[in-house]
């Protein structure tokens, strides 16, 4: 028993010191990570951490560090892939070795930047010259520098629609649905596909709030009990959208089953009419048209079928952005390498994405946007800390695929309940939510 | 136990056995196993008598006075005790600890909330609600343990190609979780694998196996049956070959069929291992987790407790409270289990 009673302590006290020993990341200094003045003279080994696997694999990230060593000979540059990029990288900071240059996991609140990421620098001064840098600006200051953004949209198999008769953009969902009957009616393709199975191509349709009005805000606009899936509201004209694509049969016969990386075969050999993608999808369905031995014509992008006077518009959205650590210990070259990467590597041309820098021209896989005068509304972020609060607490997830899942089955018949009813649910969640902790 | 229940499978079977211990004419010459008990008791006082005989020979030193000699089970167990504090131990404290707190899984700060976590949980009945899910896993493994309990009762038997069964029952258990649920995937999928079959059957059908709530958790527990079964299977399997064999042998001399012999040899023998087997089954229906995660994510009211959790940790960052719902799931399971020990007390298995 003597024994017993012993070893059930030392269990004890070992468990509290670890809790104790756990908690509390390190203290950050809040200077500012400049960019070195002589490129020959910073020094030093940086680690980089990227969800890009595939890059680092195929030695593209390489070769752009190779570019990077001619102007800063002196600065090594490791990069580390990691595949469950959020899940990883989340955990990894609790501990102060996450790398020198990271992508900002969207886990991160936006009030803990600071004791996680050195400063960039004054939020005027950085707005000026990059897109989406309020994103990260906390207290005036910019943690971190977007990679590259996306414009939203359809992706869509152009030959098929012509195929079909359609040649303009539907300008309205009603026209939209009406297209992808037509479609349905005239091939033997699937209208539309959800990638129900994946998942994450659903959160996507978020993306579209501020492209329905035309509004930079939209977002910003969530913060508070302001029932988002009420009538007229962006969220009910997309998901609303969604619902009708799915009730009336328009996407594919069994969605739990889908496959993303089928998915894209599919849409290039004419199979799939549409998927709601962003910009950054496009290189990849020109790739997989090329591969099915069609052509990078037959892949088409459209904005969301809704219009403000008479035009169209696209949200851009940022993608992850760069930050560096607030432990690193090669501040100088890591900023060098942010500096570098975003501005001179090319790297957002490569992947057909919309520059980060405000100077950069649109890219080539936007140019149906560019021709057909689509307004860009680049999103502005200013209250997305408070919109995400608000979506954790009511446990919804507009940047996560599970309610959208939900819609999808309500719509098909596999969960009870009408649309009414589900979006009255959501909105009950959300202000309830924003009451409690929007404050 | 010494005492002979009156209806032990010997005394029934075989009126005119003669008393323990005695010898037995009947038995084939070479069989040795009888002897077993016959020796048992034989050697049983020779055994107290030496215990008794210790204290009185002249040990000048036991090996209990040293104090080296008194750690030396620890240092053995230096290293499992390490590792288990390490994996299990320290990260159930921590999780303890955070479930009276509000962290988000990742920032500098987190705030004591008490058992405000607790209320919250208590309080949203729908967080109790996937439990429904999991009676379809429980029924699913009542099925499993039938299956693999019918398996394991024939194949313990001499069969042709036995071996190869055993091997082809057991498989399944050996391959990675994910990689059954990709398979799985295919085998679902419109126009998949089971349509296939199916088709070769000369049915068509254009069911969505994991198209709506009852069909797909019917088709998740059906992998999941797959999959465990042999788990199952393997356990009876050792319980039942652990049962002497001539038990059998004078089963049959009575004529006792292979039902009587399943029922009053097999059963009894493998009781603890059956009711092992319940409490598995029952805590692992409770805590589903890897198959429906991976095949539909949950989506398509298969939900389960455990994915819920998670999501509330990893999507909606609210580890503290997803850390009690992890707390309130491991008592439930002590409970179930320590309900279930009460009703079916694990007593010792004495067929002879």
């Known amino acids: 028993m003597g024994k017993t009673k012993a070893l059930t302590g030392a269990l004890l006290a070992v468990a509290t010191l670890t809790v104790a020993g756990c908690s509390g990341g390190g203290a950050a200094t809040g200077e500012i990570a400049a960019a070195p ?105 910019v943690y971190g520098i977007a990679q590259f953004g996306t414009a939203n949209g359809f992706v869509y198999n152009k030959s098929l629609w012509r195929k079909a008769g359609i040649t303009t953009w539907p300008r309205t969902p009603q026209e939209f649905l009406a297209a992808l009957r037509t479609i349905g009616d005239r091939t033997d393709a699937v209208p539309y596909y959800t990638n129900f199975k994946d998942g994450w191509p659903m959160v996507q349709w978020t993306s579209n709030v501020g492209s329905v009005t035309c509004d930079a805000k939209a977002t910003d606009k969530l913060a508070g009990p302001v029932s988002p899936w009420k009538a007229g509201g962006e969220l009910h004209t997309i998901d609303t959208l969604v619902h009708d694509i799915v009730k009336q049969g328009l996407a594919e016969k069994d969605p739990t089953t889908t496959n993303w990386e089928t998915s894209k075969a599919l849409l290039a050999e004419g199979k799939i009419g549409s998927m709601m993608l962003g910009s950054w999808s496009i290189t990849q369905m020109r790739a997989a048209a090329k591969q099915a031995g069609g052509s990078a014509e037959d892949i088409g992008f459209m904005p969301f079928p809704a219009q403000k006077d008479g035009a169209f518009c696209a949200t851009l959205v940022s993608d992850y952005q760069q930050a560096v650590s607030a432990h690193s210990e090669n501040k100088p070259a890591a900023r060098a390498w942010i500096d570098w990467f975003t501005e001179k590597s090319g790297y957002s041309e490569r992947e057909g994405a919309v520059p980060a820098v405000k100077a950069a021209p649109m890219p080539a896989t936007l140019k149906d946007f560019v021709d057909n005068d689509v307004t860009f509304v680049e999103r502005s972020e200013a209250e997305t800390a408070v919109v995400n609060e608000i979506d954790n607490a009511a446990e919804i997830g507009l940047n996560k695929p599970d309610y959208r899942q939900k819609l999808i089955d309500t719509a098909r018949g596999a969960q009870d309940g009408s649309l009414q009813d589900f979006f009255a649910d959501l909105n009950k969640k959300w202000d309830e939510a924003a009451r409690t902790a929007g404050s | 136990m010494t005492e002979k229940p009156p209806n032990s499978p010997r005394t029934v079977t075989d009126p005119s056995a003669p008393a323990p211990g005695a010898p037995r004419p009947r038995t084939a010459p070479g069989t040795t196993v009888l002897t077993a008990p016959a020796s048992a008791e034989a050697g049983a006082p020779t055994r107290t008598g030496a215990r008794a005989a210790a204290p009185r020979r002249p040990a000048p030193r036991s090996w209990r006075d040293s104090p080296l000699r008194r750690a030396t089970p620890w240092f053995f167990l230096a290293v499992p ?132 709530p009852t069909s797909a958790n019917l088709s998740l527990a059906g992998v999941s049956v797959w999959r465990f079964t042999g788990l199952n299977f393997v356990l009876f399997l050792g319980a039942i070959q652990s049962v002497p064999g001539e038990l059998y042998e004078a089963a049959q001399l009575d004529g006792a069929d292979r039902w009587q012999q399943f029922r009053h040899i097999i059963v009894p023998s493998i009781k603890p291992v059956l009711s092992l087997s319940v409490i598995l089954a029952i805590s692992g229906s409770l805590s589903v987790f890897e198959i429906p995660y991976i095949m539909t994510g949950g989506a398509t009211g298969t939900s389960t407790f455990v994915i819920q959790t998670v999501k509330l940790a990893f999507q909606f960052n609210k580890t503290g409270l997803a850390s009690a719902a992890a707390v309130v799931l491991l008592a439930l399971i002590l409970l179930l289990t320590w309900v279930q020990r009460r009703l079916v007390p694990d007593d010792k298995v004495d067929l002879v």
Do not use: C
């Not at chain 1, 886990?107 to 620098?121: H, I, R």
């Open chain 2, 81 to 212: 005790l390490a590792l288990l504090l390490t994996f299990t131990y320290v990260p159930v404290a921590s999780m303890i600890s955070y479930s009276f707190t509000d962290w988000d899984g990742v920032s500098p700060h987190r705030e004591f909330t008490g058992v405000d976590n607790y209320v919250q949980i208590f309080t949203r009945p729908e967080m109790f609600r996937v439990f429904f899910v999991s009676g379809y896993y429980l029924a699913a493994s009542a099925l499993q343990i039938g299956v693999a309990l019918y398996f394991a009762t024939v194949l313990s038997f001499n069969l042709r190609f036995r071996n190869f069964f055993k091997g082809v029952l057991f498989f399944p258990y050996l391959i990675n979780g994910v990689a059954i649920g990709f398979v799985f995937l295919y085998f679902f999928q419109d126009g998949g694998t089971l349509d296939s079959v199916l088709a070769w059957l000369g049915v068509t059908t254009d069911h969505p196996w994991l198209g709506d």
């Open chain 1, 37 to 141: 003045a002589d490129p020959a003279g910073v020094s030093g080994e940086i680690k980089v951490l990227t969800h890009r696997t595939d890059l680092v694999q195929d030695g593209t990230l390489k070769r752009y560090a190779a570019d990077f060593n001619k102007v800063y000979p002196k600065v090594k540059v490791t990069f580390e892939g990691i595949t469950d990029y959020e899940g990883e990288v989340k955990i990894r900071m609790n501990t102060k070795t996450y790398g020198d240059v990271l992508m900002i996991p969207a886990a991160v609140a936006k009030n803990d930047y600071p004791s996680f990421f050195a400063p960039l620098g004054p939020a005027g001064e950085l707005a000026r010259k990059y897109r989406f840098s309020d994103k990260t600006e906390v207290d005036g200051k």
